[in-house]
């Protein structure tokens, strides 16, 4: 096992940003590739709003990549949601293109899109599902753990001052996403984008009692055949997933 | 001598941040002071924009944080430039006062005015003296590396499509400073507050040949006495602040 | 919630050492202490042998700082099984003196033994309650979980060539507590300590299956009436303390 | 630019360890390269006792690897001195085989001995031009930056109760090397080992005034004419290899 952090130069955000990876231990490693062309599939994890990278570490993925043999890669994503921001960098592009390219140069990554996983916890969650149903090409399959999914009830929530768990301001989403009215049928409407998504697969696992339990399963019914939809015991992830990312690397190995 | 990498949560920021400190070490450290109330004299430092804190671990300041008996503390400010963004987080505000108040009751740093010093290099530099300009009762001393000072003409070149070496788009600008008719005079035009600021004192120091060696000259004449203007030589700093940091803490300390 | 990585030198291990810290948030810190005078029940926690203070964080340690209120620190130990070594540094000494007077001076830490705790997993338990045993006026409360407690029979299989799941050679047992026939009875016989403990009360605990299982409850029963021993389903511990940390911390402030 | 921080399992060390790198950035990844066969010159960087990887954050080496275009690995050698220690693991090893094909596999750092160097700083020193007078066929070029080289001299000056300047007692050194008396002639004396080294070239560079200037003149001398000698004016490394890592570099590719 391995966990490595990175800091590195983003042409796309304009400056320094910081990954942590996991890798497969030694053992896994194929040492008798002499010519090292071996690759490993890869899962782009997606951290949620108002928490960094670090989260994951309190997760079972690190041991996960050692068992199955893949790379795990989560970038610092900061208040940014994983989206071309209107105020701010274009962090789907950033996700989609400049980061693949990267890391392909820098680790044993696989360019195919069979072996090209994303996922996510929270508002990561919406990232992850989001750039799987708008680039079908780049990954075959993508989860969502206690996903907060529904970003047009989240505007319109922070808009009316509710409490909503997610740390943003109305004025901070207006800088992601634009004015509330600009937000259905447009670029980052997940519900939208799910309806005519066809080629990917999805995995989406909620807790009982989780807030927004109810975002997984409208999301999940909307996309039908293509999506499993796991609802777990209140309590039962442990605040650290768990079960649900067990579940979630079972499926995407399966 | 300690490096301490913190990763916590802000309120003011809505999330998780990152700063680096430097302490000196045990030995600096008063041991018989048994009530443990003795506080540090503390350096709040400001890193440039497409840079991160990490910037400072290849200047001096360590080993000046160990001579000079004092703790400097550097947050991760991605591309806020230190500023209340409007599209984004207050920066100015976290970093005025709910950073201030998180590693008081963190690490032993002096809330006292005397001790409290504010620095930067490039765009750091700007944050820095703009929040001694604007906060007067709480940094005595505030400092300058090769500061990219003069954010209005920043604004224009970067509109005007020019090549200005912050990796900053319009856009990205709009986002934190507003636009550009709302800059000049506001609360965040440095050049404009430094004209009426009276209690703090600054200490300036560009290297000749640099694109923005006039801004600090130009301000250090606007700040008149009360400014130190230092000019090196071109590639005295070793791209690292050598010479600019160890001249700027002795400057702190005389 | 705050993670803090510490990188600082050390005298009596003569050199840097790495240490990994959990903080409660601002929101659990006294902020209306405006002389600061509040200081924190602290847990000092020691990794297993092959492992870091890295692993720590797959735990829920971080959560529970903040929920009861303490800080965590965990060092880095290498492969001293936190002993004044035969071959090498005086590890006990650094933990009980050195790293405690480090700490108190940097962090809001009590002195008070009542407010002072230590614990571990495998050997890092081994280690824990061997401190406490030895050094009662410092750490009132002592756990181990998954502990290896058994270090003459660790000995004795190692030097047998039996594969024992700790990754130490003979030779390198030997590095830290010289010859076999030197251990029993000796400075670092958590066992004969054990038997002469009366000041500090213990929790240990274990999983079913565990290869070092006996090494809990043989100990626990010589303590007696001072220690608490809890056996844990197999994988009830999904490999990161899930259960066990919140059990002992649990016990630690009940 | 790239910074990355690598926290692995190593098997023959027996445990986790960490290695810090520097990359170039994307721009000087070549990007083109579909099959992704390209491999970058590697630099091994080792550490004086009583310091960490951390060390090189200070050094200009991560812009000489984006300007140069190589990859430098600098992994954490605690007190072992880089040696297969009398007592304690075997760190000489770790250093010229496990290490190199983690990284292999890792990054992409090239085979070729040509494009294998490896160099330190003080005691790092020491160990950089071992590993090359012992192995020959893996590093073309090594380098030592204000050198500690003359290990006999240092175990008897250490014997006899004087002042160092390396953190390491008499019994520490011994469970490096062994007895005195094992030291002379033996696998770890570099100086027996050079005059016998025929095929590596170096580069020995040491300030006036430093304590141990000497060993690294009487290593060149030692050496002839594969070894280039350059004496820097006292300070003019700024305690951080400011003009001794740039020459080494430039020497390293010219």
Chains 1, 2, 3, 4 share one sequence.
Not at 59 to 83: C, K, N, Q, W
Not at 139 to 145: D, G, H, P, Q, V
Not at 147 to 157: F, T
Request: net charge negative; glycine share 10%.
């Amino acid at each position: 096992m391995a966990y490595v952090e990175f800091n590195a130069l983003s042409t796309v955000l304009g400056g320094s940003f910081t990954a942590r990876a996991f890798l497969p231990g030694l053992d896994r490693l194929d040492l008798k590739d002499a010519r090292h062309q071996k690759r490993y599939p890869v899962l782009w994890l997606l951290h949620t709003d108002g928490e960094s990278s670090l989260e994951f570490l309190k997760t079972p993925v690190e041991g996960l990549a050692e068992r199955y043999g893949f790379i795990a890669i989560a970038p610092d994503l900061h208040h940014s949601m994983g989206v071309d921001m209107k105020w701010g960098p274009n962090v789907e592009k950033f996700l989609t293109h400049e980061l693949r390219g990267i890391f392909r140069h820098i680790l044993p990554v696989s360019e195919l899109r069979e072996e090209n996983f994303i996922g996510g916890t929270g508002t990561g969650g919406y990232a992850a599902l989001k750039c799987a149903c708008k680039h079908p090409s780049l990954f075959s399959k993508a989860f969502s753990l206690n996903g907060i999914l529904d970003m047009e009830r989240l505007i319109a929530r922070t808009s009316a001052g509710e409490v909503t768990g997610v740390p943003q301001t109305a004025e901070a989403l207006e800088a992601v996403f634009g004015g509330a009215g600009e937000f259905a049928g447009g670029p980052d409407d997940l519900f939208s984008l799910a309806e005519r998504s066809q080629e990917s697969v999805f995995y989406l696992c909620a807790e009982k009692g989780f807030d927004y339990h109810e975002d997984s399963r409208a999301l999940a019914a909307l996309l039908g055949e293509k999506a499993a939809f796991v609802s777990l015991d209140a309590g039962a992830d442990c605040e650290s997933c768990q079960v649900s990312m067990r579940g979630a690397v079972k499926w995407l190995f399966q």
